[in-house]
């Protein structure tokens, strides 16, 4: 599970790139990709993988981190947006560019599902996060900023 989010797991984050296992030797290379730069929860995601793997037998597995390419939003999967929503996060729109001019598509009340919303404060509970709020319903919420 994401440290941060912890409805979803690091597979439906985008953030597990590859799980390999050496057919010869039997070792475990699990392949990360961090998402926002700096971000504290790698080294809880890298902890807890490392947890895993030892209480899965394979207390010498390496965790390796590439950069490239690099983690967007648009590496979330349609199950991992699902349970943002149904957690009442508001997921990121995928990014869509068209030559020049990127758009970005009206954010969602993941409440009421009004698209009548505004943001409050560019940072919510983490540096990901944005505040926004519902003018329908009046409900806050977290929005997953797309990236
Ligand atoms: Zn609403």
Redesign the pocket.
């Known amino acids: 599970m994401d440290p941060e989010i912890r409805v979803i797991t690091i597979d439906q984050l985008g953030i597990l790139r590859a799980v390999e296992e050496d057919p010869a030797s039997g070792r475990v290379t699990v392949t990360i990709t961090p998402t926002y730069t700096g971000c504290p929860a790698m080294d809880v995601i890298r902890a807890d993988i490392r947890r895993a793997l030892t209480a899965a037998g394979h207390p010498d597995a390496e965790v390796r981190t590439v950069y490239s390419p690099p983690w967007s939003t648009d590496w979330i999967s349609e199950g991992g947006r699902a349970k943002l929503a149904a957690a009442g996060i508001a997921p990121p729109a995928p990014v869509r560019t068209t030559g020049v001019v990127s758009l970005t598509l009206a954010v969602r009340?993941?409440?009421?599902?009004?698209p009548?919303?505004e943001q409050v404060s560019r940072f919510g509970s983490t540096a990901c996060k944005a505040l926004w709020r519902?003018?329908?319903?009046?409900?806050p919420?977290d929005h997953l900023k797309a990236l």
Do not use: M, V, W
């Open positions: 009340c993941p409440q009421c599902g009004s009548e919303t519902c003018r329908s319903c009046s409900e919420f």
